[in-house]
């Protein structure tokens, strides 16, 4: 692949070398953002319609490489090599790109996002070396249609998620609550935790996917992830409430399990305290055994069997 001069090629005006193409999408800026720049999200909706991707690598950085194969319809494959040099978040994408990294690239490319009130511009300019390459790709490759199909894409994807953000809150009750993602294990931990609590589902009760509109170009839901959890509520101790939702890939969601969290129970006996610990703690792992400490507490905790932290605490009142 050539060193760094090839950039000078894309120099100079660029008029007669540049395709501009814009968007108006209802979301802001950050989440537009987040969806050209996370390769869980670009799988989903990048490219024209009907394509679809292969990605080998996706370090999208400033300096970073994204390649990846494209699947046209007909069956054929069109590799593509990405090099980013600038990477602003949330503002903007510079970039060359190209096929063959013998005569890499084909044309530069600039993508800015710039909020206007709730909604984002998305502005793509690509700048190709000569008038007569800028031609032939709007001519032999449909660089403009294709383009305008890619953004049509992005925006049946930015409004499913916006439409998904929409379904989580029925109302405009102040509230502290927690929430839980799992990947596709929500329906049987919320019926482990009722099980545990002896509570029942509240809300608008179990929404799952197939529930939520679909738009007209949207890609369809598998029979497997339409019966998947969007949202559930289950009250646990003090008012407390516990929510969920699925976390498929196939819908560019991607999960990352951690121990910077746990929830934290009170109940109001050393019995309860105990009952809880042994049920929550089943199938899963004890990191501190239920003991009295010396703080005063009778105290415990564990990772349930989805991978959730719990503690449980009691202190006997005078």
């Known amino acids: 692949m050539k060193e760094a001069p090839y950039m000078d090629r894309f120099d100079g005006k660029t008029g007669d070398r540049e395709i501009v193409i814009s968007r108006v999408l209802d979301a802001p800026r950050e989440l537009v953002f987040e969806a050209w720049t996370n390769p869980q999200h670009l799988a989903v909706w990048f490219g024209p319609k009907g394509f679809t991707n292969t990605f080998y690598e996706a370090d999208i950085r400033t300096g970073g490489?994204?390649?990846?194969?494209?699947?046209?319809?007909?069956?054929?494959?069109?590799?593509?090599?990405?090099?980013?040099?600038?990477?602003?978040?949330?503002?903007?994408?510079?970039?060359f790109q190209g096929g063959d990294e013998d005569n890499f690239p084909n044309f530069k490319a600039t993508v800015t996002f710039e909020q206007e009130g709730n909604k984002t511009r998305l502005t793509m300019r690509s700048v190709f070396p000569t008038a007569d390459e800028k031609e032939f790709a709007v001519r032999e490759i449909g660089a403009i249609e294709g383009g305008n199909q890619t953004l049509d894409k992005l925006?049946?994807?930015?409004?499913?998620?916006?439409?998904?953000?929409?379904?989580?809150?029925t109302n405009r009750m102040a509230r502290v609550s927690t929430y839980l993602n799992f990947k596709n294990e929500t329906e049987q931990a919320f019926n482990f935790y009722r099980s545990v609590f002896g509570?029942?589902?509240?809300?608008?009760?179990?929404?799952?996917?197939?529930?939520a509109p679909h738009h007209e170009g949207m890609p369809p839901l598998s029979e497997e992830d339409k019966k998947l959890i969007l949202h559930i509520e289950l009250p646990?101790?003090?008012?407390?409430?516990?929510?969920?939702?699925?976390?498929p890939e196939s819908l560019g969601f991607s999960l990352t399990e951690g121990?910077?969290?746990?929830?934290?129970?009170?109940?109001?006996?050393?019995?309860?305290?105990?009952?809880l610990f042994d049920a929550l703690a089943e199938g899963?792992?004890?990191?501190?055994?239920?003991m009295d400490m010396f703080w005063g507490a009778y105290y415990g905790s564990c990772t349930d069997k989805f991978g959730v932290n719990w503690m449980v605490n009691f202190t006997e009142t005078k």
């Open 236 to 247: 646990i101790l003090g008012g407390h409430v516990l929510m969920g939702t699925d976390a």
């Open 284 to 290: 899963g792992r004890i990191t501190m055994p239920l």
């Open 155 to 169: 925006e049946l994807y930015i409004k499913s998620r916006m439409d998904l953000r929409k379904q989580l809150k």
């Open 199 to 211: 509570t029942e589902f509240s809300g608008p009760g179990i929404a799952r996917f197939s529930d």
């Open 259 to 275: 121990n910077r969290f746990h929830i934290n129970l009170e109940p109001d006996s050393r019995e309860e305290t105990k009952r």
């Open 65 to 95: 490489k994204w390649r990846f194969m494209m699947h046209s319809p007909d069956g054929k494959n069109y590799p593509n090599i990405v090099l980013f040099s600038e990477v602003v978040k949330p503002e903007r994408l510079v970039y």
